[in-house]
């Protein structure tokens, strides 16, 4: 699916755009007048956490449930769980902050690392502290991913990342491909309206 295809919510809409006409997301940082999708920007992801503001469109969330993407062994996680009737926190901190769910539902369909099963990276995301050492160019999704609804999130900002828990899955939704969000994303940008 063409990314100029999904609706796009009106907050995402305002953005600005690469080259190529894709929204950049607000947590995404800058580099010679070139979004750098791969890297997250510490000072605008320390802003989004402590001030309850989505990592897509840089808009409030509202107290309640948070939305993020989460990738295939992650989603494989999830998914054990709630089928074993257990609850599902993870333990391991991400820098991947939270955000509305039409922002995610939307984030999940336009990125082409998310979307599919079979894309790969096209740059390295590595930190200093081996925590993306996984996030490299080439690198596959896998099977599944998943747009995942929390019913919180925590975060600790320190000297150089901003890491994020999330607490109580309230909404699991599983995909092979992204646009299988599709209607759902429809659905809640008609419910906004």
Avoid: K
């Avoid at 791969?38 to 989505?54: E, G, W």
């Avoid at 902050?97 to 539902?105: I, Y």
């Avoid at 390295?124 to 747009?147: C, E, N």
């Amino acid at each position: 699916m063409r990314f100029d295809s999904v609706p796009m919510p009106p907050t995402v809409e305002v953005r600005p755009r690469d080259p190529r006409g894709y929204p950049v997301p607000a947590i995404t940082p800058w580099h010679d007048d070139q979004p750098q999708f791969a890297l997250t920007d510490y000072d605008r992801s320390a802003n989004c956490a402590r001030q309850r503001l989505c990592s897509v469109c840089d808009t409030l969330m509202p107290r309640g449930p948070v939305w993020r993407v989460v990738g295939g062994s992650e989603s494989a996680a999830i998914g054990e769980a709630l089928a074993a009737g257990r609850p599902y926190r993870n333990l391991a901190p991400t820098l991947e902050g939270p955000g509305h769910r039409a922002c995610m539902l939307y984030a999940s369909m336009v990125c082409p690392y998310l979307a599919r099963p079979n894309a790969r990276r096209g740059l390295d995301a590595r930190s200093p502290d081996d925590m993306t050492a996984h996030v490299v160019r080439g690198a596959v999704r896998g099977t599944l991913g998943a747009v995942v609804g929390f019913a919180d999130y925590e975060f600790a900002v320190t000297s150089s990342q901003v890491l994020f828990r999330f607490v109580d899955v309230v909404e699991f939704l599983p995909h092979d491909t992204a646009d299988a969000h599709l209607d759902a994303l429809r659905a809640e940008l008609d419910q906004a309206r």
